[in-house]
Structure formats: C-alpha cells, structure tokens
C-alpha cells in the first residue's frame, strides 16, 4: 500500500525559497497527502528559519490545512522516518557566495556560483555536508527520496550518488523551466503543444524542441532570440542583453543553449559586465543577499499569508514548485516529463555511463527515466565533455581534499585561467572559505605559513 | 498548419487483420480527421481485397462516417500523398509461410516464422519488396510516416531505415501489448497503475514492471507465471503450456522474457511439440491457413458490419489497433507510451548504436522517443547480441543476393543447427521460394542443375 | 636491480607436458637466470610428479646447468618469494575430462573440453582452486606472474583478474601458434615475413595475416586452407579431416577462424564424429589418457634426458615453449609479439571493456600491451559477444555455486541445446563431479534425493 | 614482389628542413632502394627550391649514391608512380605564420601556431591543398603512402583520411621523439631499456614510461622534470623555463605532458611570455624565419656537402628523421615502435573511433597499428575531447569555408578567449589571409565591405 500520510522534510528550511516551496505543496494538496513539514537549520540560520517558518505556518493554516509544520535544528529528528527530502542549504550562507563571486573577480577572473571558481568552490563545501546528510537518511530513512536543489545541483547529485551511494536522489534545476516557458512565448504556442528535449550538465545544457506536427522549430527560436536583426522581444528575461551570444556560433550549433553557455560561448563579454558589477558592489550575490533581507522583511509582516510577488525576482523562480512536482510525480506516478539530474545509463552517448547529467525524463514511482538523447554533433559534445571532466575532477577535490586535484579541476575550467595565476586564486580562496574545508585544513595551514 | 483530412494507405490491405484495423480507426473516429482509407493488394490477393475491403466499407457505413474506402491494386495512386502507409502483406501468401515452417521441420529444425530459419526467409522475400515500396514513397508521398507490421517486423523496419533510408519508419508488435496484460492480470493491477520497461529486438526481448510505489514487481511476475508450484492461471494465452520455462534459469534471468525466447530457451522442448504439429500437419501456418480460410468465409456475409469475434484466435490481436494507436499518437502528438521498433541511438548500450531495437518509446508528433534501457546483465547481453548479428547478417543477405552471407546467417542463428545440415536447408529452402527471390536468381539456377 | 636469480614455479608440475617446459627453459638458459625451478602437485598426482620430476633432473644435469629443481606437494613451500608461477593442473585429472567430455555425448551432445558442457565444468572446478592459489601468491610472492595454461585457459585467465584480483596474470594457449604455422606453411613464407593480428578469446578467436609489402593474405589462405578444390595438403593438422568448414560460409567470413570453431560453425557435423568416437571409446579425453600412460612409461626411463618425441603427439605442442617464451619476454622486456589472454582495455572494441580476451599483444617487462583490433564485422561479433557472455556467466556460476546461474550459462552457450535437456545434463554431470564442486555441494544434496 | 626501385616525393622540398632529411635516407640507404627522390615547390619557393636542392644532390653525390635528385614545380609529373610522399609544405610561407602568431597577440591572445588561433588558421589554409593533393595521388600513385608533417599534423592527417579518403596517410611530429630523449636523460637510461606509450592528438599528447624491469617510472620523470625543488637540469631543451607547469597538478594528473601543454595547463604565464616576445618582433615565426634565412645562406655554399649544424636550432629536429625512419619502417615492415597520427579505432576510448590519434604504433609493411592505451583519467579525458571537438570543428571549417563553424571553432578552443574578442580576431585574420582562403571567399568580401 502507497503512504497515505506523508512526512517531507527541507534541510536548508530557512531559505528566502520556502515560501514558493509551501506554495507548490498547497497547490498539490489535493495530489499529497502531507502529514509534516519540517523544515529544518542550523543555528547560524535560526532566525531566518523562525520567520519563514511562521510565514509557512500562517500559509498553511490560510488553506485550513492540518498540514504540521515543524521547524528544528535537529536534523536527525527530522529525518526519521522522512519520506522525501529536500535540500536547499547554502554552506557559509550569501557571504560565501559573495566571496566565491568577487575573489575571483578581483583578479579579472569569473566567479560564477555554479560551475566557474565560485561554484567548484562551492561544491568543495558542499560535498562534505551533502554526504554527511546521506550518511543520516541511511540510518534514519533508507527509503527516502533525495531532492537536491542545492548548487551547483549537478555536482552535488553526482556525489550524492556515486560517493554517498544514495541512489534515490534526483537533481533539479528552474533553468529548463524558463527556456520551457522562453520557447512558449517566442513560437507563440501553449507548452503542451511543444515537444521538448534537454541533455548536458546542469547550468550545461542545450535543448531542442518540436511542435505538435512533429516539425522541430529549434531553428526558429535560434533567430528569434538571438539574430541580431530578427530578435523579438521577450518579457521573462530581466533583458534582452541576458541573451545576446554571437548569433553566428550558435546557428552553427543549431541548438539551444542556456544562460549560463554565455560564460563559456561568450567568456570576454561576460567578463567586462561582472567587473563592473564587481566595481559597483552589484555583483549576483550581493544583489540577492540585498533581496533577501528586504523579503525577509516582508517575511516578517504577521499579516502575510501568502508567498509576496516579489520572490519573483530573487532568481530562483520556478525552482521550489519543480521541487514539489517532482516530489508528486513520484508519488503519483504521474509520469510528467521534466527535466532533472539523474544517471546517465547511456542516454547522452558522449558522457561516462555511470555520471549524472541533467536530461528530459519521465519521472514515475521508480524515480527518473531519461528519454535517449544519443550523440551531440563535436562541438558540443567537446564542450560537455570537458565540463563533465571539470566536475569529476572537482567533487573528487572536494572528497579527497586533494590539493593537486582541486588545482586540476581549475586548470581544465575553460573559464578559469590556467597558470600562476590560477594557484594564486585557489589559495586565496581556500584561505577565505577554511571554516567551511576541513578536508583541506593542512593544505590552508601550510599556506597560510 | 496540421493537416486536418487524412489519406492512409494499407498495403497488404486484403489481410483478414484489416477489420481490426478498420475498427481500430472506428475508435478513434475523435482523434483522426479520416479521409479517405487505401486498402492496396496485389493480383493474387485481389478475391481476399474485394471481401475484407467490402466489410471495412459496411463497417465504416455502420458508423455513419463519411471516410472513403478506396480498394486498390495500384499501389503508386495509393501512396500519392499518403500520411500513413501501414504494411501488413505476406510475400507469397501463407503457402510461403507453411514452407518456411514445415521445410526445416522435415530435417529436425525449427522454422519459426521470424528469427528462425523461417523468418530468415521472409526476410529474404520481404526486404526487396519493402525497399520498392519506399522508393515509391519517397516519390509520392516523402513525408509520410510508414508503419511496418509486416513480419520479421524488427528486420523489415531495420531494412527500411539503414538500406532504404527512410527515417520515418516504424515497427510494431503485438507481443509486448500481450504480456503488459499478463502483468496485469497475474499481479491483479490495472494498467495504469504499472510501468513497464522492454528492451531488445523484435520478439526477442525482455522486460520489467514496477508498481505504483515505485516498487519493482517483476520478480513477483516471474514467480507467478514460471514457478513450478507456485504459478497461477492465466486467461490470454491458449494454455498454461505456452508459458513453460526452465525457473531457475529464469530466476537468474531477473528480467521478464517473451514467448519467443521459448525457442532460444528451451530449444529442445519446442521442437519436439513442432515436430509433433509437423506429423498431424498442424504446424502454426497450417492453423493459421484453416483460420483465415473460415474468417473470409464470415467476411463474405453482407450483413456483417463489425469485426467478428473469431479473429481473436488469429494470432495476432492487438497488433493492428497497435498500428492505431501509434497512428493517432503520431498525429496527435499523444505522448503515449508505446513499445516499437525504432533507432537505438545509445537506449541500449549493449547494440549498435545505429540498430533497430524494440524498446518502450513515448510517441511524440516527431515519432518514437526511447526510454533509455541501459545495460543488459551479461547472459541476456549476449543473446541480444547474436540475435542482432544475425538480424544484420540476414538482412544483408536479403538485399545483396550473397549466398555466402545468407549461409553465415544461418551458422551463427542459435536455434538453426550448422554444418552441412545448414547447407541442406538453405539449399532446398532457395528452391521452394525461388519464385520469390530474384537477388538469389544465379545460385538458385546452380543448385537446381 | 632486475633479479638476477630467478625461482620458477609449475603448480600441477607432474603433468606430461613438463618435458617440454624443462626443454624450454633449457632453450632459453642464456636468457633467463633460473635458480630454482619448482614443480608442485598435489598427493593424487604424487607418482606422476616424481617420474617426470626425475626426468627434468635428468634434463637439467644433462645441460651441465645449477638448476635447483624441485618436487613438492607443498605448495606454500613453493610460492614463496617465486618470480614466475606457471600454472597446468587439471583439478579431476583426466577422468574428470573423459567424464566432460562423455556424459554430453550419452546425451547426444558435444562436451567439448574447454568451451562446450564439458569446458563449463572443468571451469566449475578449477575457478575456485584458482582462487585459491591467488590467496596464497597475494601473500607469499604478490609480485610474481602468474602464466595460465590451465584451461579454460581464458576463463581461469578472467576469474584470477577479475574475482582474484591478481592483475599480473596472463592466459596463454598453443591454438594461435599453430596456426601461424600453418599460414606460412600454405603461403610458403618465413614467419618473420609475415604478420598476424589474432582476437577474440581463448579457443575462439579469428586472425589476419599479412606479407611483407603490407599486402593482405587472408583471403588467399582462407581459400588455400578451405575451398572444397583449391585446397592444398597441409602438415602439421593430424588430417584434412580437420580443416574442413562451409568453404562459402568462411569467404563471407573473411576472416580466419580457428580449429574449435567447427563445434560453432558446423556444430552437427562435429557432433556425429564425436558420437562415433564415444561408441569406440576414443573421445580425445580416452585418447589422451592413453597417450598419456604411454608418455610417462617413457619418462620413467633412466636413462631418457631429453623431450622425448612422442609428445608431440599429445595435442599440446608449443603450450609449454609459449609459456617459457612469454617469460623470458616479461623477464627481459624482449617486446615480442604473441597471443595471449589478458584484459581488453577497449582493444575490442565489441566486447567489454574489463573482459578477458585473447589477443595479438607486444610483450614487455610491464607485461602484455595489446595491438589495437578494432570492430568485427556483424555475424563473428555476435558470436564472440555470445562466447563471452557465456563465458562471464559461467565464471560466476563457478563463483557463485549458484544453480540458476550455471543453467543459464548452459542455456545460452551455442553447443548446448536448452531445454529439459540442459537440465537434466547439468544434474547429471554435478552429480559425477560432486568432489570436485563444494561450491555447489548443497544443490547437488538435493539432486541426489 | 616488392618493389626495389623506389621513387620518393617531397612537397614543400623547398623546406630549410629537406637537409636533414637527405640525410635520413642516406643514414638508410642500405634500408632503401632508392631510384628518384623529388623535391617538388610551388613558383614562389623556386629559389629555395633551388638552394637547397643543389645541397641535396651534393650530399647524395659526397656518399657516392646513384640516386636522381629531381626538382621540379610539377606536382603531378613528380607524383607519377610515386612510392612514398611526404609533404611539409607551407602555404602562405613563414609570412603567414608570422600574422598567425602576431595578430592574436596584437589582441592579447595567444596565436600558437599548430592548435591555437594560428594553427587553426594554417589548417583553413592548408586543407584545400592537401584534399588537391589527394586528387592528384589517386590518380597517378593510389598505392603510395602519404607521410604528412606538414602542421598541424594531426588535422591534416584526418582531413587527409576522412575527408580525402586517402587510408595510406601517416602523421608525424617530432615532439615525442624529443620526450623519449628527454625521459632517457632524466632517468640515465638507454632508449631500448626503456618502454614508452604516448596517446592523445598531435601537439597534445601524454605518455607513460616503464624500465626493464617493468616497473612505472612515470612519477619519478615528473618529479625530476617539474618539482620545484627536485627538479634536475637538462639538456636538449633550449632552457629550463621551458619545463615549468605548475607541480601538483602535474603530479595530479599522473602521466607525462608535452611541452605544447603549457599553452593549456599554464595559459596566462605562456601568454606573458608571448607577449614579450610580440613587443620584441621575437614570437617564434619571426625568429623561425631569421634562423631559415641564415640556413639559406649557409646552404648556398657551393662546399656544403652534409647537413648543417644550425639546422638543429630550427626546432623541428628529429621530424625529418622520424619520417625516414616511418618509411624505412613501412617498406622493410620493421614492426618498430613509432609515435605517430592515425585512426583511432577504438585505441583510446575517450576519442571517436574514426578519428586521428597520436598514439605509440608498431609500424609494420601495412601501416601503424596502435598499441591500445584505454581510458584517461577524468581531468586529461576532458582535455583531449575537447580538443578533438576542436580539430573536427575546424576542419570541417576548413573544408566548408563555413564562417559559423569557424567562429565556433574558435569558441570552443580553450586558449581562445570567446565572445566578441573571437570574432574581432576571426575577422581580422580572414582578411589578412584572403589570398590562400578560397573557401571563406563570400564571407571575406563581406568583412572588407
């Protein structure tokens, strides 16, 4: 027999996020039978855990549901017996994030929080926790379904999966739902009227899409969004600068890519904008961490029931409800097509079998089904190839605490630059993130000798 | 703009499956916009054309639908500007069949009508033809899709795309749609609450189901169909005898296989009950000869305007509202779960990546899309393996006229004996087929003298 | 320092063919330093060792060499600190061959003793005494080599690499070498002006040769070895008898097959030779241990120190030099080319990666380094793939003890017909090897019942 | 019979560097039966043709050899029957290297002259001719070999193969040779005491090595060329800076680099360096034509009988030499071991079967065979793919004079940087290049308007 009384349990509870993720679970209430909610934190996040906590609480009771909604910084008792489980924390908090953008910046280097230095740096603090979690839901709840939507997403379900041996966990990601949503506007047609297929890496993918008389109009949308002269406008974008690329490449390419292929198709001209924003303070972290403290005050306003509009723009739209509708799809079987890290198993020819890579699937009660994707034309699959390599090289870093391994991982980024230059970067990074990287501690020590 | 008034073409139309066929357009009368329906046969099919074709109208009128049913022996108006062509014909009509099956039992041999000896030798007859009718496709009507249910369905499709060119091409059967009921009934679920994964070649693979907890359940199935005590009956297949296997055998296996593995599995057990039916001249086409003998006998009755009940014992249920469904799930861009014939592309890692592989596809407006498979265990792996090399083998013997070729494939198909008995068979089998097989012309004039 | 005292050791050392190793080494006495050589058997092959064990001394002295040689059954005694274990017993002794090799044919069916129902058993009881002296090498002399020429030699190869975990392991077999023979006999070149590409596994592999202006001769010998008029007498092969193929078949081919490929390729054939030699009690197992009581009559003569010529006759020739050639290869870095077992790394590309196969290699102190093969074509890939499967499963069986297994792996090998008939063969031969089998003692109990 | 009149070719004879390949036919000429040696040149190398051609015929006149030297602007009289061809031409002369070097510097890029911006530029240039050349040689010598070191080697080498369908072409490069010496001098060992395997692409490959006693010195190399402390002086590298990398990540990634690897492992200190060099009209084009211009000078002299010593300062030492020895080796089947471009085909599993690889081959009458090297690590397998994606891209470039695939070429090159720096610079250097880019034509005229 199915459960009929559902115990979800959110590590990283007190994320600015909750409240699109309590959100997507009212929405299904009718699809989840959910008994709790816990939410849970440590104690450096107490406080934010305490106003966003209350905020799901007045949510739920708003729909008279008699949903419990627990708020703990005891991991282990949230666990127990936890029937899915999310992940949304962020080690070091925005501060991290901060430096993981602006130390590289200051040596004209791109941070970037996925999978530039910033990013593998987060992962080096990630991964540690991340297994430590898994270490937990073996004991406590074995049978548990592992939704990670921490970053970088693919990396760390990677480590879940391959050094954890946690198998049920999926990777998600909002990205392909704005290109879902992208593609919609710009063919003009309902999304259920296009057929979709994503395969790379996460914040690494490309995609293509069909219509319902089985023309694929991946072409179409090329121009549209990126000729220089045939471009539309598009809402949904902060702007249209978010989408500019050398048009010419990509025709060649004759796929689409994501936002974040601007860092590696159009590395220079990224480069000039984040040292700007870098001038200015402005870069993405402090952005957000600016955006969060102002939700956090709306967040505390006794009288808000409901998730405030302006969630909206703190850039992770769509990321909770994906959460949720991957949480119910397993659940219900819905076999709903989505998008979502998983192993590979072969489905993406150009990628090691056993690596996880973000992918359309067929998400039933089994977890994830890739669709075969097959091979990538050279170019990309090159592309992917290497980043793949950049990951394994990184969480392997990140478990050994190797510093060779972790230099490696940087030389081979195409967006960090390889030589001394790099070895200054990672150094300096280590150092500034040690609270977080004990399995670097003698490495940081000798350094800061 | 998709079109809205359909043209689908038969050939092979004086089959006795079309009833099924027409009634399985009747059903879908909502999602098809019918236009005109080609029923297309040959001279010597024109009598069985003129009966089928005369009900398919009465059934058609039946239903109050305005479709055209136009009964042919021109196949080139019938494919002018086609949308769907589906092939159901039998080179050399059932005496051809009861050759191919009764030849190789006089020596000892299984003939078995689509990866034995027998089926080699549709192949052979039926490649030459299947590549004309796409030249003529590819002339008349380039953007049709070409459902093939034409027997071997795997080998005719794989010889359709790789030497005839036509990426639009699908196989179908109806096995896989016969054991999702057997799951079903043995573990007393609906269908819609079971997922199913097959993978292998035509009616050489295997498959596995879950439940809606996610729960596999395909051991259960195994134990309830083939466990020596504990197996329970089961309506939809003619006697429990169909379902013999060795169980621990099976066991190992882990995965679900299909009646055809019977000839591969229990080699000798079948060919003591065919050379049984041999002696009371009761093989399977010799059956399916008296069968369709009585079925036309009922046709011909001008107050029948539904498809009789006794084409049920025909063999081959399902396959023809198989040949629907794909039809509608193509046109209606469904994204129904299916199980055909299709390109490998990587779904299954253990055959060529350009192989024709049956396997468990969502159907989309742009055709089959795989759920990738992965993997075989190694015993299975290497049964799917000499199969396809002897699927690729054959069809290159088919369409080169290589005796040599056509002997190899003979030597490395596990269920016909090699040697000089190999020799023997594929001697006499030239000979009685001559009539069917132009690309052997030369060597069948040899042997003859 | 390369050592400069070398200690030898044949496990199974009271075997007829150590006549030849002896000689073999004394043929190389000026490539390799030997101290001691060792000859272990165990108490049932006690007087077997002591005769031929004398004669090696008598060879030894014969050369005026300081060679230690030493007899024992204490195999411990002999590991210790060894540089080279070579490895020939036959767990069962012949009875347990004649056994193989006889109860398939009371069942009409070939045993075939290295990759037939017999071959499977002889792998079901050596797997685990393998495994056995590899705990043992592990820790008396983990940098020795260990040189299989126990058969199935890839099988037992396979289990020691991947189930052992002895990597410096490599199978060896004399079929390869017979065949280079044979090439330049019927091509009447020298066998430096020629070269070989050998792949595939033990007794189941294909060549090509090549002359010295880089011309291809394949098709010239498969025509000179094979065609029904244009064959040519060869030595060396006891008679013409055994060359013979479906000449069409091997052109299609276009490859060399070897001498056990006819139980493959003309399996009947093969079959009624076997049935008549069972009748006449001349199954090559009766013939060998014929041969060999006539072989150790010889030996015990005191005054024989030398190979005495009959040997010859036992089937092995070359097995033993092979086995001193790939030594002195390994041991002075002399980058010969030879056949050998060891693991694929991708050299076949059909088969698995981490497989055993048997291929043209250079051999170098660091051990074999295989030349490149590539992709077979279809019908000998689908063969080689089905070998090795059966292969792998059978391996696991003899690991395993499990029933199931071992029916699969008979179920799945091409010579073996499936069925009740499998079953019952595979009882029977459990049963008259249960000595020999403790890992499957327990379902032999209830065979037995 | 093989042939012993031998008429060897030479495009670009013109080259500074045909002394030393003279000189490695006369090293040979008891290896070779050399007939006629042709030193073919286009109108613009006349002058060159001439002075170094008459040298050439001193040099064979001095050893007394009977061999013609012929120089001729013919190609297709010189091709005529021709035995062995080897190109090391250079369109657009040293001119055009010197604006592949200078222009991408004068954007602060490096121009790198075999896989960066510059080399790929030489591909664009040199793929036209060399598919010219391939039309030429199937007609007048189909059965000769092509021996490629024009650069960058390994593109030529597959475009000759995959796009010119020519099977009997080999690439060559000297950089492994000067690694094999270098391995030698570090470790004090003879080259035949030692074993080495190289794999990866031209300019971009690895190697291991092992001693006589089979044991890996790999580590030991490393440590002795890269560690900032251990490292010990060399010669035969022009200075140590030469050898810098950063240590731990060398010793991370295990296996020995090239020097060319420096362009990628320590991007910014190479690009430093370069620009140095730039300011100083001393990027190594600019010193490379210096250096040729005082050969010339020196090869003028009417006394000159015998390769001049300068001529090793050249940098391309060895090249000559290597493919002397490549020839020697196809024509006597040496079965030596060469590091050399050719097809993959399954030899590094990381690679596309059908590429061209670098890789340690035996050379026999037949061609490389490739000695099987596996899978890379993680870090190294993203390196190499990418930069096989790379080459593919820009030869398709090259022989599409697609402007899209050129960009993206350049775009997915790891040292150059994207966005629309890669565009400024792609346009610059097609126009600068126009006169030998006939296939960019359209886009070209575009750019200038």
Chains 1, 2, 3, 4 share one sequence.
Not at 59 to 67: C, T
Not at 151 to 157: F, H, Q
Not at 391 to 414: C, Q
């Amino acid at each position: 027999m199915r459960k009929d009384k559902l115990k979800i349990v959110t590590i990283g509870g007190g994320s600015s996020y909750t409240p699109e993720l309590i959100e997507g679970y009212i929405k299904r209430k009718n699809e989840l039978p959910i008994k709790e909610i816990w939410l849970v934190d440590i104690e450096e996040g107490r406080e934010k855990l305490n106003i966003v906590g209350e905020l799901a609480k007045r949510m739920v009771a708003k729909e008279g549901l008699d949903w419990e909604v627990h708020l703990t910084l005891d991991r282990r008792e949230a666990l127990k017996d936890a029937d899915f489980v999310s992940t949304q924390f962020r080690v070091g908090l925005l501060d991290a994030r901060i430096k993981d953008e602006r130390i590289p910046l200051s040596h004209g280097i791109i941070g970037q929080e996925t999978n530039g230095a910033g990013g593998m740096f987060k992962a080096f603090r990630t991964v540690p926790v991340i297994l430590d979690i898994i270490k937990d839901m073996k004991e406590l709840c074995p049978n548990a379904w592992l939704v990670n939507f921490t970053n970088p997403s693919g990396m760390i379900t990677e480590a879940a999966i391959k050094y954890g041996g946690f198998k049920k966990t999926v990777g998600l990601c909002n990205v392909p739902i704005r290109y879902i949503k992208l593609c919609c506007e710009v063919l003009n047609e309902k999304e259920e009227n296009l057929f979709f297929k994503f395969a790379g890496l996460n914040h690494f993918h490309w995609h293509r899409v069909w219509d319902k008389e089985g023309k694929e109009r991946t072409k179409e949308v090329i121009e549209k969004l990126y000729h220089p002269e045939k471009a539309v406008e598009v809402t949904g974008m902060a702007n249209i600068k978010d989408l500019k690329f050398n048009y010419e490449q990509i025709e060649d390419l004759g796929i689409l890519p994501c936002s974040y292929h601007r860092y590696y198709y159009i590395t220079n001209d990224m480069l000039e904008e984040e040292i700007k924003s870098f001038h200015k303070n402005e870069t993405r972290a402090e952005v957000v961490k600016r955006t969060e403290a102002e939700l956090f005050e709306l967040y505390k306003d006794p009288n808000l029931n409901y998730k405030p509009e302006q969630l909206t723009k703190r850039g992770g739209t769509y990321y909770s409800d994906a959460a949720c509708e991957l949480i119910s799809s397993i659940y219900n079987d819905k076999r709903t097509s989505m998008v979502v890290s998983t192993k590979n198993n072969g489905a993406i020819k150009d990628l090691p079998y056993d690596s996880i890579v973000e992918i359309s699937s067929i998400i039933t009660s089994n977890g994830p089904q890739p669709i075969n994707w097959g091979k990538f034309d050279p170019a990309p699959r090159g592309m992917v190839q290497i980043m793949k390599a950049m990951e394994e090289t990184t969480i392997k870093a990140a478990v050994t605490g190797n510093y060779g391994t972790a230099l490696h991982a940087f030389t081979i980024n195409p967006i960090v630059p390889s030589g001394n230059i790099a070895k200054t970067l990672l150094d300096e990074m280590l150092v500034a993130h040690k609270d977080y990287l004990p399995q670097f501690k003698e490495k940081i020590e000798k350094i800061e000798k």
